[in-house]
Nanobody
Framework: QVQLAESGGGLVQAGGSPRLSCAAS????????MGWFRQAPGKEREFVAI??????????YYTDSVKGRFTISRDNAKNTVYLQMNNLKPEDTAVYYC????????????WGQGTQVTVSS
């Protein structure tokens, strides 16, 4: 089993640059597919970013609305994944969740409890 705990959310002014952390415990997530998702009030949960490992190393993908502003990364020594968010906009307001799975495809098997990010204009 993998337990995930997000932190780093809060109230941020537009243009701010907080970093979310997702600390994993229970298993080493070095080779896991890691994702960040978010859910805004009244909306479906949506994909934000993903980090996977292939033969070339870590590969990342982002939803179009955050490309160039958000960066997903991992620190294997800390068993932690990060989401660096820059130039935040009010529309980034949401609960942010991290997710993990040992398989490259399919549903994520492990989810954190989420951390609220509120962007004030």
């Amino acid at each position: 089993q993998v337990q995930l705990a997000e932190s780093g959310g809060g109230l941020v002014q537009a243009g701010g640059s907080p970093r979310l952390s997702c600390a994993a415990s229970g298993r080493t997530i070095t080779n896991y597919r890691m994702g960040w998702f978010r859910q805004a009030p009244g909306k479906e949960r949506e994909f934000v970013a993903i980090l996977i490992i292939n033969r070339s190393g870590d590969v990342t993908y982002y939803t179009d609305s955050v490309k160039g502003r958000f960066t997903i990364s991992r620190d294997n020594a800390k068993n932690t994944v990060y989401l660096q968010m820059n130039n935040l906009k009010p529309e980034d307001t949401a609960v942010y969740y991290c997710a993990a799975d040992s398989q490259l495809r399919g549903n994520y098997g492990y989810w954190g409890q989420g951390t609220q990010v509120t962007v004030s204009s």
